[in-house]
């Protein structure tokens, strides 16, 4: 009997440690959030002014594809603030995750942890980021214009359809921007980089 109790000791903790190693989501370093929700709110407010200039009034699965591409691009200019190389994928719930793409092919693969999420608070009309330690900052908009936008639109009628409502960040507690320090952790590139 004390033997078979042993060997199911044995393999049990066998069995955590493959889990461990192998199939676990991996624990990635911490993100400069300051520079996540710059380059955020740089691409939303870029992106937004290149389809109205282009007489856009419908965002589409093409759109979202551009605007996901010219977000990944954005996080990984120089100077870079991350380690690795990030990717990024629009959520259902129109969060954005932002990930270590260590083979640099646009999906998240089952050995590229998460990095950081950014959310849309259209309540608050600010952006929230958390980190891999549950770290949060958030920015406020900088006037309601990017709110009236068709992207920003597009993405809260994501988040509707996913069951978030628009008082859903309303008692969210978080770090503002301009209150922000990144943790030691991570790294930093200039203010606003990527501009």
């Known amino acids: 009997m004390f033997q078979q109790i042993k060997l199911l000791a044995f393999l049990g903790i066998g069995g955590f440690v493959a889990y461990s190693v192998f199939l676990a989501p991996q624990q990635e370093q911490t993100a400069d959030l300051g520079q996540v929700l710059d380059r955020t709110e740089y691409v939303l407010t870029n992106y937004q002014g290149y389809l109205g200039e282009n007489n856009v009034t419908e965002v589409g699965d093409a759109?979202?594809?551009?605007?996901?591409?010219?977000?990944?691009?954005?996080?990984?200019?120089?100077?870079?603030?991350?380690?690795?190389?990030?990717?990024?994928?629009?959520?259902?719930?129109?969060?954005?995750?932002?990930?270590?793409?260590?083979?640099?092919?646009?999906?998240?693969?089952?050995?590229?942890g998460r990095v950081f999420t950014v959310e849309i608070d259209e309540?608050?009309?600010?952006?929230?980021?958390?980190?891999?330690?549950?770290?949060?900052?958030?920015?406020?908009?900088?006037?309601?214009?990017?709110?009236?936008?068709?992207?920003?639109?597009?993405?809260?009628n994501r988040q509707r359809g996913a069951g978030i409502s628009k008082s859903s960040f309303a008692n969210r507690s978080v770090t503002p921007r301009a209150s922000y320090s990144a943790p030691s952790s991570a790294r930093s590139g200039g203010p606003r980089a990527g501009k």
């Open 63 to 112: 759109q979202m594809a551009e605007f996901t591409a010219y977000y990944t691009d954005v996080l990984n200019a120089e100077p870079r603030f991350y380690g690795k190389t990030l990717g990024l994928e629009v959520q259902n719930d129109a969060s954005f995750l932002g990930f270590a793409d260590a083979n640099g092919n646009g999906i998240q693969d089952a050995e590229e």
């Open 123 to 156: 309540e608050n009309q600010r952006l929230i980021a958390t980190d891999v330690a549950g770290n949060s900052t958030g920015l406020r908009f900088s006037g309601s214009g990017i709110l009236a936008g068709v992207l920003i639109g597009s993405l809260i």
